[in-house]
């Protein structure tokens, strides 16, 4: 903790910082052109999605996670499949690929944290990081999974 701080200040940055940097990286990510993404093949441990299912019983939670996306104009809604043809759900992978890297790079952030938080506060802060981004990382992935195999089976 090279910043010694009170513990007001540090809880005030701490919950100033945390809520800048989710919606700030989430409207930068939402600005950003589709084009740029691109994801790869789920990998095949993955199982068309079955891995998450059953490693995560994510179909039991998944629909509770906020989708930011719905919140800046342009944003692409995640939350559930309002079409099947091919162009749309060509889309819906890459914004699940926009999505995913939108948490992992929100996650980057954590050591900055480091910087005015005590040691068992940094603890606090990763713990935060992991729970406010794991979940929709496992959800992106999971839905690019399954969809990324029903375009394999479209005709």
Partial sequence: MPIELPIVWIVVLNVAGWGSIQMGM?????????????????????????????????KRWKGKLPDA?????GG??????TDTRP???????????RGELCHWLAMGW???????????GDWIIIAYALAANVPCI?????NR????RLLLLRP
């Avoid at 990510?29 to 790869?40: A, G, I, K, L």
């Fill in 87 to 97: 162009d749309y759900l060509r889309r819906f992978v890459r914004e699940t690929w």
């Fill in 138 to 142: 496992l959800a992106q992935r999971y």
């Fill in 26 to 58: 989430a409207w930068i990510f939402t600005v950003m052109p589709v084009s740029w993404f691109n994801p790869r093949t789920a990998y095949g441990w993955e199982d068309n999605g079955r891995f998450y299912e059953h490693v995560f019983a994510i």
């Fill in 145 to 148: 999974a399954r969809f990324q």
């Fill in 69 to 73: 996306a719905r919140w800046f104009s």
């Fill in 110 to 120: 954590t050591p900055v944290f480091f910087l005015w938080n005590p040691w068992w």
């Fill in 76 to 81: 692409f809604a995640k939350g559930s499949l």
